[in-house]
């Protein structure tokens, strides 16, 4: 690389308050590519995207905070303008690639957040430039392939989060490879439906009942739902305590007008004992609305045994991050991926657009 130019697709799609970036680990995660380019003599520009600014300019998600941090710590390479500042990134534009690739003399992707898009960031250098994997994704890959091919047993899946529908696929594939899949988080409620269980005010996907019956009703045994639930009761307002509100441990069953906001103290020990007692575990999704004080006992609970496992850990990214490194926890898990959507859809299909992009590079 000694006196090219080489093109960098990071993912620095980092939060950003008041002007201030207030987690930079994504910009950290990409150093160890920027730096082996740099000390080789490459010339590095990085490119990435920041929000969804549909688009079109908008000084809301500038760049300009990433870049001021990426000059402390990588001097010397230079950061493009927020690729979807431009309508041609997202739906993967020839003339955009052109413009993106010109003057660059090869491209390196180290953008694992973005690499399940088929944007033209993602899939467009490679048509043209010699290409490779950076160091990051290329560690993601092998730590998440290793564990959608050769998990050692028992293996441990643990989802949650809002939506079912959004796990569907992922849930499936790890019932495929999994010993066991423990759920939590809001998808559960759909689940306590399908079976019959009156859920109150918490949050549903009624046109995936049907779905989630025909999964307990095939992989029981494995699918492991809460035993007993955190509601908070009529009147009260999730993240504000001030508000008022009665929380209260219920079973299975709410009642009207309550609303269940977290796995409940029973279901985090049965939870806990079965990942303390796997050798891979792989956690996507928190088990409440950990961000409320209220509602976090369960994904503490979870992020506690995963710490304490001695089995190889692995967080796909995304709130079960935030929640690992809110509890202080995340020196203790083996692997945190920094690619929420893009972890589940490797794991469910075991390719990505940007991986698919680079096999079939100009150079491969």
Known sequence: ????????????????????????????????????LTERGAKVTACTHLGR?????????????????????????????NLRFDP?????????????????????????GASHRAHASIVGP??????????????????????????????????????????????????????????GGGMCFTFFKATGHNIGNSLCEDDQVDTCRALLDEFGDRLHLPEDIVGLGPGGEIGKPEAGGEVRNFGRALPDGWMGLDIG?????????????????????????????????????????????????????????AAIAQFGMADEVDHISTGGGASLELIEKGDLPGLDALRTASNA
């Open 53 to 81: 600014p549909e688009g079109k300019p908008d000084p809301e998600f500038s760049v300009e905070p990433v870049r001021a941090r990426l000059a402390e710590l990588a001097p010397g390479v230079e950061l493009l303008d």
């Open 265 to 321: 103290p029973g279901s985090a020990a049965a939870f806990g004992d079965t990942i303390l007692s796997a050798r891979t575990i792989l956690w996507n999704g928190p088990m409440g609305v950990f961000e409320d004080p209220r509602f976090e006992a369960g994904t503490r609970a979870v992020a506690s045994a995963v710490a304490q496992s001695r089995g190889f850990s692995v967080i796909g990214g995304g709130d079960s991050a």
């Open 1 to 36: 690389v000694n006196g090219r130019s080489v093109l960098v697709r990071a993912d620095f799609n980092v939060p950003i308050s008041g002007g201030r970036i207030t987690d930079d680990l994504r910009i950290r995660s990409a150093l160890p590519t920027l730096r082996w």
């Open 88 to 112: 041609g990134e997202t739906a993967d534009d020839a003339a955009f690639v052109e413009r993106l690739v010109a003057g660059h003399d090869m491209y390196v992707n180290d953008a694992f």
């Open 126 to 183: 490679p048509r043209t430039l010699p290409s490779a994997a950076g160091r990051l994704l290329a560690r993601e890959v092998e730590v998440l392939l290793g564990v959608r091919e050769g998990a050692k047993k028992p293996f441990v899946a643990i989802t949650g989060g809002a939506k079912v529908s959004d796990k569907l696929g992922v849930i499936r594939a790890l019932l495929d490879i999994a010993d066991d899949v423990l759920i």
